[in-house]
């Protein structure tokens, strides 16, 4: 039987005719990745995206949280894992950066994994305690330049996307900033609303409870237009600083060889969920705005993403054992 089985798909490939491993998927469960703890972004949209596939597919898609080494422990497996579309991975910027900031990583973001599709983004935002005087970024930057030695900020630890807006605003302006990491996004807030940081770089979803009840002052938002949740608080660019882009990203990914048709399929079913409404609404709730783009878009960004963030984790040195 295996050798008639061989014999039909060499014939099938000599006719120009590719069988289809995709056929009939999914006919079993589909497990879900996420490199982190329950209630964090990534796990949120991940559970709002195995929902609806499971609903779209008529199979049950959901979530494993493999947590530890910032995702690295989770990529490592998916990484290894079949790739016949039943172990599929959700990713935040971390995986993008890790490598260029970890000493080894178990995985390589482009070579050992398939781009499905960039599902949303959010900006990371910088915020202010309320006593801080600066309320524009060039007033900040020039407080900062006036005391030196003084100012510190806020980030939900070493290699975070905020961590390195961070560094890049840092860098970029010459500043005498020092970085407190603290130990997730929530405990970073806390410090700033308490003013023991005066400065936090956060993922706007982290800030975004704060930032409306007045607890900290929204001064600037890293991306390339102004977030719905907080319209009136302009962009970097807006103020005159430039290159500051730097969003909080929430993909999906599959093992590398990954039958392209499933790749697709599911690109196309959550690009129909994310179109939802619903969805929609919920993901601002969280902070994020909707992309949901193909594949070769997204792996098209993930490869911008580690050039970008690599170059800030080596100008600043910075490293993890």
Do not use: C
Not at 189 to 206: E, R, Y
């Amino acid at each position: 039987m295996p050798v008639l089985y061989g014999i039909l798909t060499a014939v099938l490939l000599l006719a120009g005719v590719t069988p289809s491993w995709a056929q009939g998927y999914p006919n079993r469960p589909v497990r879900v990745v996420v490199g982190f703890t329950p209630g964090g972004p990534t796990d949120v949209i991940a559970r709002l995206v195995a929902q609806k596939l499971s609903d779209s597919l008529g199979q049950q898609f959901f979530v494993e949280n493999l947590a530890g080494a910032g995702g690295n422990i989770a990529a490592g497996q998916v990484a290894h894992a079949t790739p016949d579309g039943y172990t599929i991975m959700a990713i935040s910027t971390g995986y993008m950066v890790n490598p260029s900031l970890y000493a080894t990583v178990p995985y390589d973001p482009v070579k050992d994994f398939s781009a499905v599709t960039l599902v949303a983004v959010s900006p990371n935002v910088v915020v202010v305690n309320p006593s801080v005087p600066a309320k524009t970024l060039p007033e900040l930057v020039q407080l900062i330049r006036d005391n030196p030695g003084k100012y510190s900020y806020a980030g939900p630890g070493v290699g975070s996307t905020p961590h390195l807006g961070g560094e890049l605003f840092r860098l970029t302006y010459k500043l005498d900033l020092v970085h407190v990491p603290f130990a997730g996004a929530a405990p970073a807030v806390q410090a700033t609303i308490g003013g023991h940081t005066p400065i936090a770089f956060t993922a706007l979803p982290s800030s975004l409870a704060a930032i409306q009840a007045g607890q900290v002052r929204a001064i600037g938002i890293a991306a390339g237009e102004r977030a719905e949740q907080i319209p009136d608080v302009p962009t970097f660019a807006e103020q005159g600083v430039k290159g500051q882009e730097a969003d909080t990203l929430t993909g999906i990914v599959a093992p590398a060889g990954t039958p392209k048709e499933i790749v697709e399929l599911l690109a196309r079913e959550i690009a129909k969920s994310v179109a939802q409404p619903e969805f929609r609404a919920k993901l601002a709730t969280l902070g994020f705005k909707p992309v949901a783009n193909t594949p070769d878009q997204f792996a098209a960004r993930i490869k911008l993403e580690i050039e970008k963030w690599g170059k800030v984790v080596r100008d600043a040195n910075l490293r993890i054992e």
